[in-house]
């Protein structure tokens, strides 16, 4: 009987498995992370300009807010249509070409249809009690809004 209780002490109980380690990880957790980092440059890359033309857009619209007169505001576009159309030749356009240019660029055809004097003509001339500013500054922060 001893031969037996001894061979039921050395018996033990059904156990699972021992616990995988923590370090180091599958190779499916290394393609993930992988993954992980491939998208988040990728997003980096993406969203950049995006996030370039909203820090311009908000200068813009901050400065607009301060000019005062129709030289500055004309000015102004003229700094935003450059900074966001780099590649375009509208330092050189005036008049009609100017507009057709800003109307081009728009979203809404027609913001600057009754405001032709005033970024052809204002800009250049002494300031005179009758000029609509705000209609202009109204125009331009709406084509900030949509083309920068």
Same mark, same amino acid.
């Given at each position: 009987?001893?031969?037996?209780?001894?061979?039921?002490?050395?018996?033990?109980?059904?156990?699972?498995?021992?616990?995988?380690?923590?370090?180091?990880?599958?190779?499916?957790?290394?393609?993930?992370?992988?993954?992980?980092?491939?998208?988040?440059?990728?997003?980096?890359?993406?969203?950049?300009?995006?996030?370039?033309?909203?820090? +311009?857009?908000?200068? %813009?619209? /901050?400065?607009?807010?301060? *000019?005062?007169?129709?030289?500055?505001?004309? @000015?102004? =576009? $003229? &700094?935003?249509?450059?900074?966001?159309?780099?590649?375009?030749?509208?330092?050189?356009?005036?008049?009609?070409?100017?507009?057709?240019?800003?109307?081009?660029?728009?979203?809404?055809?027609?913001?600057?249809?009754? +405001?032709?004097?005033? %970024?052809? /003509?204002?800009?250049?001339? *002494?300031?005179?009690?009758?000029?609509?500013? @705000?209609? =202009? $500054? &109204?125009?331009?922060?709406?084509?900030?809004?949509?083309?920068?």
């Amino acid at each position: 009987m001893n031969e037996n209780v001894d061979l039921y002490l050395r018996l033990r109980d059904v156990h699972g498995p021992e616990l995988p380690p923590w370090w180091p990880p599958a190779p499916g957790w290394w393609l993930a992370l992988l993954a992980l980092c491939a998208l988040a440059v990728l997003a980096v890359h993406l969203l950049r300009p995006r996030w370039r033309r909203y820090r +311009l857009r908000r200068r %813009l619209l /901050a400065a607009l807010e301060a *000019a005062s007169s129709a030289a500055q505001i004309a @000015a102004l =576009l $003229r &700094a935003a249509a450059l900074a966001r159309f780099p590649g375009e030749q509208a330092a050189g356009l005036h008049g009609a070409t100017w507009i057709a240019f800003l109307e081009s660029r728009d979203r809404r055809p027609g913001r600057f249809a009754g +405001l032709a004097d005033a %970024l052809s /003509a204002m800009p250049y001339r *002494a300031p005179r009690p009758g000029d609509d500013v @705000a209609a =202009l $500054r &109204a125009a331009v922060r709406g084509w900030l809004k949509a083309a920068v």
